[in-house]
C-alpha cells in the first residue's frame, strides 16, 4: 500500500520503490530501537500518515522534473482511481509516448528515482534529528497533547 500512496498511476513502475524504502525504514529504525533502547518492549515500524505527506511531495517532484525535461506531465485529478482523462488510461512515458520521448522518459524515471531517495533521506533524517533533541533537551514538556 505505501508504494501505491506514494506513487500514482502515470509513476506506477516506481511502487516497488516505496516499498522497499518502506521495509528498509522499518528495518532500520528496529534495529536501532533494539539496540539502544532502554525500553525493553519498544516497538517501531512503519507508519501511513508520513506516506500521504510523502506523496504529495513526490507528485511536485515529478512535475517539476518532466517540466525541466521539456515534457508535458500530464494533467488532473486522480479520485477513487479514476483515470485522469476522462476514462481512458493516461499514456505517459509508455507505448507511443516512451518511443517519441525516449532519451526524456528515461532521463525523467531515472531522475525521479535518484530525487525521492534523496528527498524521504533527508527528510526522514532531519525529522529524526528534531525529535532526538526534542527529547534530549527536554523540549517536550513544552508540548501539549489534547
Not at 27 to 51: E, H, R, T
Request: glycine share 8%; aromatic share 10%; hydrophobic share 50%.
Amino acid at each position: 500500500a505505501y508504494g501505491m500512496i506514494m506513487f500514482d498511476d502515470i509513476n506506477a513502475q516506481h511502487r516497488a520503490l516505496g516499498v522497499k524504502m518502506n521495509l528498509c525504514t522499518a528495518w532500520v529504525v528496529g534495529l536501532v530501537l533494539a539496540l539502544f533502547c532502554n525500553i525493553k518492549v519498544a516497538i517501531g515500524g512503519p507508519d501511513l500518515n508520513p506516506v500521504v505527506f510523502l506523496a504529495g511531495f513526490v507528485a511536485d517532484m515529478a512535475k517539476e522534473i518532466a517540466a525541466q525535461l521539456e515534457l508535458e506531465y500530464p494533467t488532473g485529478r486522480r479520485l477513487a482511481g479514476a483515470p485522469s482523462s476522462g476514462g481512458a488510461a493516461v499514456e505517459w512515458c509508455t507505448g507511443a509516448h516512451k518511443e517519441a520521448h525516449l532519451a526524456e522518459c528515461l532521463d525523467y524515471h531515472e531522475q525521479l528515482r535518484a530525487t525521492v531517495i534523496f528527498a524521504v533521506s533527508a527528510s526522514s533524517a532531519v525529522l529524526g534529528l528534531l525529535f532526538f533533541l526534542s527529547g534530549r533537551f527536554r523540549f517536550t514538556r513544552y508540548a501539549s497533547y489534547v
